[in-house]
């Protein structure tokens, strides 16, 4: 499997916005969900290849993040509605259901699809993710700090942003990734819109989409949680979570932090596997 092999297409959306996605693969259909300030091209090549041995995999770029339509309505950012941009993304590509895997706010909204759009859901991986803030009192808290940051996209720019987001904690344990990989990561997250990503955080924060853990113990498709064994946070999350869902498996990654799939890819990849084998 190639770049050769890789096809890439717009994808029109009910209210005329459009969706870059990139297709390569061939078997049950996957489809991959950045983070926050992520697209398509955040995934490493090296995954992406190995993926598509035995996955069609369906890999778009959210709405308002890299080549896809910018968007500066917070309200466009609801879960329910980028749920819904993706399963638009699924029948365009000719799929009616796939498996799902995201990676933190991907997590979020691949979490969100198994609530809301369980038709259209196969499995779920969740890498580094949540169900939401249980209280009132923590999503207004969030929702506070988001408003923060959303402030300080539109008046300072996309770049002085991105350069303080990869030096949060989170990301601490990504100074080991090599000086390539980061350069890639960072000129990723660069070409995004500032408009769009503030009225992200303002739509899709974490504060603002609605808490799952009530739903979770009635969710009925099988779910791999995955965190890093350096991501105390979200290994904490993960745990929890693992304990309300019916069908879920708990994987933590060695030697890595928030973002498994970029610090231990081959990790990450043979964990994905062995959870698809399992479930045949």
């Given at each position: 499997m190639s770049r050769r092999d890789e096809?890439?297409?717009?994808?029109?959306?009910?209210?005329?916005h459009s969706l870059a996605v990139r297709e390569l693969g061939r078997g049950a259909p996957l489809i991959l969900v950045h983070g926050f300030t992520g697209s398509s091209q955040a995934w490493p090549d090296s995954l992406v290849q190995s993926l598509a041995e035995r996955f069609h995999l369906v890999i778009p770029d959210l709405i308002g993040h890299g080549e896809s339509d910018p968007v500066d309505r917070p309200e466009r950012f609801h879960l329910k509605e980028v749920v819904r941009d993706l399963e638009e993304v699924l029948i365009a590509c000719g799929?009616?259901?796939?498996?799902w895997l995201g990676y933190s706010m991907g997590g979020?909204?691949?979490?969100?699809?198994?609530?809301?759009?369980?038709?259209?859901?196969?499995?779920?991986?969740?890498?580094?993710?949540?169900?939401?803030?249980?209280s009132e009192t923590e999503r207004k808290s969030r929702r506070e700090a988001d408003e923060q940051l959303a402030r300080e996209l539109e008046t300072q720019g996309i770049a002085p942003f991105v350069e303080r987001w990869v030096r949060l904690p989170l990301f601490a344990s990504q100074a080991r990734l090599s000086a390539e990989v980061r350069a890639r990561q960072l000129e990723q997250k660069l070409r995004n819109d500032a408009?769009?990503?503030?009225?992200?955080?303002?739509?899709?924060?974490?504060?603002?989409?609605?808490?799952?853990?009530?739903?979770?113990?009635?969710?009925?498709?099988?779910?791999?949680?995955?965190?890093g064994e350096e991501d105390l946070k979200f290994q904490g999350i993960a745990e929890r979570m693992h304990d309300r869902l019916s069908r879920s498996t708990l994987v933590s990654i060695p030697n890595a932090g928030h973002t498994t799939h970029l610090e231990q890819p081959d990790s990450f990849r043979r964990t994905v596997l062995e959870f698809h084998a399992s479930q045949q």
């Amino acid at each position: 499997m190639s770049r050769r092999d890789e096809t890439q297409r717009r994808v029109r959306l009910r209210d005329q916005h459009s969706l870059a996605v990139r297709e390569l693969g061939r078997g049950a259909p996957l489809i991959l969900v950045h983070g926050f300030t992520g697209s398509s091209q955040a995934w490493p090549d090296s995954l992406v290849q190995s993926l598509a041995e035995r996955f069609h995999l369906v890999i778009p770029d959210l709405i308002g993040h890299g080549e896809s339509d910018p968007v500066d309505r917070p309200e466009r950012f609801h879960l329910k509605e980028v749920v819904r941009d993706l399963e638009e993304v699924l029948i365009a590509c000719g799929h009616e259901r796939a498996h799902w895997l995201g990676y933190s706010m991907g997590g979020r909204v691949a979490l969100g699809a198994c609530a809301l759009a369980p038709e259209r859901v196969m499995s779920a991986v969740l890498e580094g993710s949540s169900p939401g803030l249980e209280s009132e009192t923590e999503r207004k808290s969030r929702r506070e700090a988001d408003e923060q940051l959303a402030r300080e996209l539109e008046t300072q720019g996309i770049a002085p942003f991105v350069e303080r987001w990869v030096r949060l904690p989170l990301f601490a344990s990504q100074a080991r990734l090599s000086a390539e990989v980061r350069a890639r990561q960072l000129e990723q997250k660069l070409r995004n819109d500032a408009s769009s990503l503030a009225a992200c955080l303002r739509g899709l924060g974490t504060g603002t989409q609605p808490s799952f853990w009530g739903a979770l113990s009635r969710l009925s498709r099988a779910v791999l949680l995955v965190h890093g064994e350096e991501d105390l946070k979200f290994q904490g999350i993960a745990e929890r979570m693992h304990d309300r869902l019916s069908r879920s498996t708990l994987v933590s990654i060695p030697n890595a932090g928030h973002t498994t799939h970029l610090e231990q890819p081959d990790s990450f990849r043979r964990t994905v596997l062995e959870f698809h084998a399992s479930q045949q």
